[in-house]
Nanobody, 114 residues
C-alpha cells in the first residue's frame, strides 16, 4: 500500500529555516504531482507548493521567494526548503502525491515563534 512519510518539521524562530522531506513508498509509479499543503488551527487546508514530474512548479503567493520545492523522481521524494519563516507559516504541513489515486501524509508540525 502507498505511504507518504514526512520529516523535518519543528520549532524555529521567525527568520529561520526548515527543510521538509516526503518519501512515497509502496508504489512502482512515479507520482504525476507531489507537493505540500498546510493547515493552521481554525483554517482550511491550503496549497503551499506543488511540482509536476516534468518539473513545472506552482507556489502560493504567500511563500513565493521564500520557499523552494524540489523532487527526486528516482526516490519518489519531494522536498520543501523554507527560508525567512514567519509566524503565519505555522501549521501542520501535509505531503500530497497524485499517483493513480490521491494520497496524503500524516502531517508534520511547523511552529514559527515571533
Amino acid at each position: 500500500q502507498v505511504q507518504l512519510v514526512e520529516s523535518g518539521g519543528g520549532l524555529v524562530q521567525a527568520g529561520g529555516s526548515l527543510r521538509l522531506s516526503c518519501a512515497a513508498s509502496g508504489t512502482s509509479f512515479t507520482p504525476n504531482l507531489m507537493g505540500w499543503y498546510r493547515q493552521a488551527p481554525g483554517k482550511p487546508r491550503e496549497l503551499v507548493a506543488v511540482i509536476w514530474s516534468g518539473g513545472n512548479i506552482n507556489y502560493a503567493d504567500s511563500v513565493k521567494g521564500r520557499f523552494t520545492i524540489s523532487r527526486d523522481n528516482a526516490k519518489n521524494t519531494v522536498y520543501l526548503q523554507m527560508n525567512s519563516l514567519k509566524p503565519e507559516d505555522s501549521g501542520v504541513y501535509y505531503c500530497y502525491a497524485q499517483l493513480p489515486g490521491n494520497y496524503w501524509g500524516q502531517g508534520t508540525q511547523v511552529t514559527v515563534s515571533s
